[in-house]
């Protein structure tokens, strides 16, 4: 594998093709001070990614007991999946986004303060039917309780904290808890998910720790807007190809985005004011195949409109009604 190196920093990617979702190859990163190693994100609780990160390592005369600190850029399971296990072999520091802290520690109040929001915010959706078995999954997150939990306690990160040379930067919108570390004076950034090659990064409807629902299309347009702006030569994505041409890949997302909003406030203009009729409109086929993704979807694009102002709504039976405006 190849290895990017700038001013005493390597970088080694770990890039492990995969089944898992559509994303092609789960990333992470070891970046090699030459006095310290850190583990950018930590792939997914496999064998074979076990094995890679573990060849590159000794490719570079180094073993896991060589790790000095883990970052995550955010939560999701496919970024977090050896944590345990490296951890188990030495005790690192692992640093993640404070919003990242409930839902790494499976803390119960969190998690049933979620399910609550989920369920009203389905009920208000008008799919309460379809999202029982979604609901069913967030409960067995609940009851699966602590063995899930990183056996450590994380060292929070936020907006304008500085580390190993690297500025954090909060990017919200694929999670809410999404960072990405940017090291300006080699122009390099550890981006997570908020902008992959040949995808677009979905932005998941969450609540924030205090239950608020997050505008995730607006957020996650926001955050590609200031990666855009930096100044990166290597832009390493937690998914696919790193990225060397940053501007252009983001100005494709942000102009796809525009159309989606676009194409969802003609089906509203066209007459279909319910979400879930939508949804069903707009993704017959994924509707109850991929239920959460596509009213997420769905839902972050009615937020989005709304807050352009393209959009107006009103409660009927306790269900969402939007007009085109
Ligand atoms: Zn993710």
Redesign the pocket.
């Known amino acids: 594998m190849i290895s990017i190196q700038k001013n005493s920093r390597s970088v080694y990617p770990i890039i492990v093709p995969t089944r898992y979702s559509n994303v092609g190859t789960i990333n992470s990163y070891i970046l090699d001070d030459g006095d310290s190693l850190s583990l950018i994100d930590a792939g997914i609780n496999t064998k074979k990614y076990k094995e890679a990160l573990t060849l590159t390592l000794s490719e570079k005369g180094y073993h896991i007991s060589d790790l000095s600190r883990i970052f995550l850029t ?1 939560h ?1 399971e ?2 977090v999946g050896l944590v345990n296990w490296i951890l188990q072999q030495k005790d690192i520091p692992v640093y993640a986004h404070y919003e990242a802290i409930p839902r790494l520690m499976v803390d119960q109040e969190f998690l049933l303060m979620r399910k609550q929001f989920f369920t009203e915010l389905y009920i208000s959706m008008g799919c309460i039917e379809e999202a029982q078995p979604r609901l069913k999954k967030l409960q067995q997150t609940i009851d699966s309780q602590k063995e899930q939990a990183l056996q450590t306690v994380i060292r929070p990160l936020g907006e304008g904290d500085s580390i190993l040379g690297m500025q954090v930067i909060e990017t919200p919108g ?2 809410a808890d999404s960072i990405s570390f940017y090291d300006e004076d080699r122009k390099l950034l550890f981006a ?2 908020v902008v992959l090659k040949t995808t677009s990064s979905n932005a998941i409807v969450d609540p924030d720790v205090k239950g608020n629902r997050l505008h995730t299309v607006s957020q996650l347009k926001h955050s590609l807007k200031r990666i855009q702006h930096l100044y990166v030569e290597y832009l390493f994505a ?1 998914h696919q190809e790193i990225i060397e041409d940053h501007q252009s890949v983001i100005s494709n997302k942000l102009d796809r985005m525009q159309h989606k909003a676009n194409r969802l406030y003609s089906v509203i203009k066209e007459g279909i004011h319910h979400p879930k009729e939508i949804a069903q409109d707009l993704y017959r086929h994924k509707y109850n195949s991929e239920f959460s993704l596509v009213m997420s979807e769905v839902i972050g694009y009615l937020d989005y409109l709304e807050e352009e102002g393209r959009l107006k709504k009103s409660l009927q039976n306790g269900v969402w009604h939007y007009i085109a405006l």
């Open positions: 955010h999701h496919d970024h694929h999670s997570g998910d937690g």
